[in-house]
């Protein structure tokens, strides 16, 4: 398994314990709510494999107004030593990122505000190591696309702007990064042509689900419940992890949204 790349090493991460407005939080469906209990016991799940992964994770309470800020990855996004507020789609959760500001100002040197216009959700951004995917969807328009673009390739990204699939919500909902040349993907994401140049393993038919996967440092984060995603990467050489998300997943959360995972490159502060 390869042991670098900025896109996967990480030191530090950002999450917020789960309040008890998450039965309240967004959902396409009409599906049950969450229980609290259970989203808290599988969110310390979450916490402990991240720190087994080599990880600091922070802690932040939780936060009643915001049904959906457990969802942390939504309203910012690290990108080597700049923490970007982002403007998240959902009117419900505009002011999650003013409520991120004081994390972020503490663990990084800079910080900045979404200049331009527009709405961007960090669910559909996705970092490698020198490029930078954007997913226009539901929550993320073309002004917030290009706000974020300039941004990113100011920071030395290769921007590639995609379309994310109108049935899915986030672009990261159908992918997740494998390594510094490899994505794990639904068939539908991959058959849009939005890897090309990229080394692509497919979710097996009916484990779509499990394609919202993290890699963190040697370990790959799966969504527990999908027995030919583990086997496949496990023959892949990933040492793979694998965790229950049922409650996150009843308002269309995955893994990759419960955290901010930052890459320490020498301008976090201690
Ligand atoms: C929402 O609809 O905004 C939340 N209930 C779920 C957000 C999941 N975030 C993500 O996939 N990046």
Same mark, same amino acid.
């Given at each position: ?6 896109? %996967?090493?990480?030191?530090?991460a ?26 808290e ?34 309203? &910012?996004?690290c ?8 403007? *998240? ?14 994390a ?5 040197e800079?910080?900045?505000?979404? *200049? ?31 706000a ?12 590639? &702007?995609?379309?994310?699939p109108?049935?899915?919500l986030?672009?990261k ?11 794990? &993907? ?8 939005? %890897? ?37 990467l ?35 502060? *201690?």
């Amino acid at each position: 398994m390869a042991r670098n790349g900025r896109s %996967f090493s990480f030191t530090r991460a950002i999450t917020r314990a789960p309040g008890a407005s998450v039965v309240s939080g967004l959902r396409a469906g009409d599906g049950a709510s969450p229980s609290l209990a259970l989203f808290e016991r599988e969110h310390q799940a979450y916490i402990a494999a991240l720190r087994d992964a080599g990880v600091d994770v922070m802690v932040l309470p939780s936060l009643d107004a915001f049904p959906d800020s457990v969802f942390v990855e939504d309203a &910012a996004l690290c990108a080597g030593g700049t923490a970007i507020l982002l403007r *998240p789609g959902a009117p419900s959760r505009r002011g999650e990122a003013d409520a991120l500001r004081p994390a972020l100002t503490k663990t990084f040197e800079h910080v900045i505000d979404l *200049p331009g216009q527009g709405s961007i959700d960090g669910g559909d951004v996705l970092l490698g190591d020198e490029e930078a995917f954007i997913g226009r969807s539901a929550r993320t328009d073309s002004a917030g696309q290009d706000a974020l673009s300039i941004v990113l390739s100011d920071l030395g990204y290769r921007i590639r &702007a995609v379309d994310t699939p109108t049935d899915i919500l986030h672009f990261k909902t159908d992918c997740g990064l494998l390594d510094s040349g490899t994505i794990f &993907a639904t068939r539908r994401l991959a058959d849009t042509g939005c %890897f090309d140049g990229y080394r692509v393993i497919t979710a097996p038919a009916g484990e779509e689900a499990a394609a919202n996967l993290i890699r963190v440092n040697d370990h790959v984060l799966i969504s527990a419940g999908f027995p030919q995603t583990e086997a496949l990467l496990r023959q892949e050489g990933y040492t793979v992890t694998s965790l229950a998300i049922s409650q996150a997943a009843l308002i269309d959360g995955g893994l990759s949204c419960m955290s901010l995972r930052c890459n320490g490159n020498g301008t976090l502060h *201690p």
